[in-house]
Structure formats: structure tokens, C-alpha cells
């Protein structure tokens, strides 16, 4: 079945910079990689995701790449806020039409 | 629109007990789905419901089990707990997964403490 695997686990930036989360899933048949934000005592919010069909989506500072050989895909951040500080997770829908999730990357902004 | 809710947030209970907890979706949406979330294990995927059928199955034991009525409201329900089953639980909804890939959105849980 799909796995997916996320790094890192915990990362800290500095504000103004950008910062990178990568996963890779195991499943070629997958089309589907949503990234979820989770802030304290909430639910994960969907920030972007991305089909198969594309390479790369955008959204303002926000921005998703995929590389369907490589079967890997990343969230990147720039110009970090530190309302962007809490627990990003990745997640790879398989043949089953089930999302399989990363274990997620809790990303803290330095002031 | 009003998000997904989820009754109640917080629930203290002790080994053998059993815990219902419930789902509402955002109108309109007729697809839900259950996660586990532990710090350890991440997010895991309990079921699916849609049109108040069983849809898919995550890899738990028999002891949790769910339903979906016809307003698409859906509960689910742990006998027997265990120390182990101290998760946050999550509800999503999600307009229609008919195999194609919908967006998921999630309440805000329910935290179950077993003592």
C-alpha cells in the first residue's frame, strides 16, 4: 500500500526566510498531495495541494512542486511569518482513494 | 457556510468504558471520514462514510466502529477502551469522493483521555 514520508520532522527559520518540507510516497498510481496546516487546538486547515497532472502551484507566498518520476513532493514557504509557526503535514491519496499522511513538520518561525 | 463541528471536544474515560463521539459537515457535503491522531502515529484513517455507507476501513481493530445517518451527520463509537485509544480524534467532510480527489476539511476534534 502507500506510504508517505515527511522531513523533516521539526524545523526552525528565521523570519523573512524561507523554509522547505519534503515528502515522497511509494504508490506511482497516487494523483492527489494536499498539504494541511495544523495550529494549536485546531483541526488541520487545507493551504494547498496539487494533482498530477502539473508540476508546480502557487499560492501568494505559498507554493507546491511535484515530481511524479521521483514520486516526491514539496511545500515551500518564502518570506516566513510567524503566524506560519505550527504543524505541517503532507499527504498522498492512493488507488483506494484514501489519504495516506505523512507524520508531519512542525516549522517554527523565529523572531 | 458552517465548518465541520464536533461534540463533544473533551471526554475523560476510564478502561472498558465505551464513548460515542459525533460529526456534523459542513451542508451539502455527504462524505465523512475519521482520523486518529497521536503524537506518535500521526494522523490515522479510521473510515469513510458516504451516503450513509461504510466506504473504506483503516487498519483498527473491530472495537471502533461508526455510521453515517441520511442527513449525513455521522458518529463513531469505541467499546471496550483502552489506555492506548488517548487520541485526538477528527472528523472531515468532504463534498462527494466518488473517486475523484475532493478537498477534506476537518473539525476541530475530539480529545478523548482514557485513564
Known amino acids: 500500500g502507500e506510504n508517505v514520508e515527511q522531513h523533516p520532522s521539526t524545523l526552525s527559520v528565521q523570519e523573512g526566510d524561507s523554509a522547505v518540507i519534503k515528502c515522497t510516497y511509494s504508490?506511482?498510481?497516487?494523483?492527489?498531495f494536499p498539504w494541511y496546516k495544523q495550529e494549536l487546538g485546531k483541526g488541520p486547515q487545507l493551504i494547498i495541494d496539487?494533482?498530477?497532472n502539473v508540476g508546480e502551484k502557487k499560492d501568494q507566498r505559498i507554493a507546491v512542486t511535484l515530481n511524479k518520476t521521483a514520486k516526491h513532493f514539496s511545500l515551500h514557504i518564502t518570506e516566513t511569518q510567524p503566524e506560519d509557526s505550527a504543524v505541517y503535514f503532507c499527504?498522498?491519496?492512493?488507488?483506494?482513494?484514501?489519504?495516506?499522511w505523512g507524520a508531519g513538520t512542525k516549522l517554527i518561525i523565529k523572531p | 457556510k458552517a465548518g465541520v463541528t464536533q461534540t463533544p471536544r473533551y471526554l475523560i474515560k476510564t478502561r472498558g468504558q465505551q464513548v460515542t463521539l459525533s460529526c456534523s459537515p459542513i451542508?451539502?457535503?455527504?462524505?465523512v471520514s475519521w482520523y486518529q491522531q497521536t503524537p506518535g502515529q500521526g494522523l490515522q484513517f479510521l473510515f469513510e462514510?458516504?451516503?450513509?455507507?461504510?466506504?473504506n476501513k483503516g487498519n483498527f481493530p473491530g472495537r471502533f466502529s461508526g455510521r453515517q445517518f441520511s442527513n449525513s451527520r455521522s458518529e463513531m463509537n469505541v467499546s471496550t477502551l483502552e489506555l492506548g485509544d488517548s487520541a485526538l480524534y477528527l472528523c472531515?467532510?468532504?463534498?462527494?469522493?466518488?473517486?475523484?480527489?475532493?478537498?477534506?476539511?476537518f473539525g476541530p476534534g475530539t480529545r478523548l483521555t482514557v485513564l
Open positions: 472531515a467532510s468532504s463534498l462527494e469522493t466518488s473517486g475523484y480527489s475532493d478537498t477534506q476539511y
Open positions: 451542508s451539502g457535503h455527504r462524505s
Open positions: 462514510y458516504f451516503s450513509e455507507t461504510q466506504r
Open positions: 504508490d506511482s498510481a497516487s494523483n492527489y
Open positions: 496539487i494533482r498530477s
Open positions: 499527504a498522498a491519496m492512493d488507488s483506494n482513494y484514501q489519504l495516506i
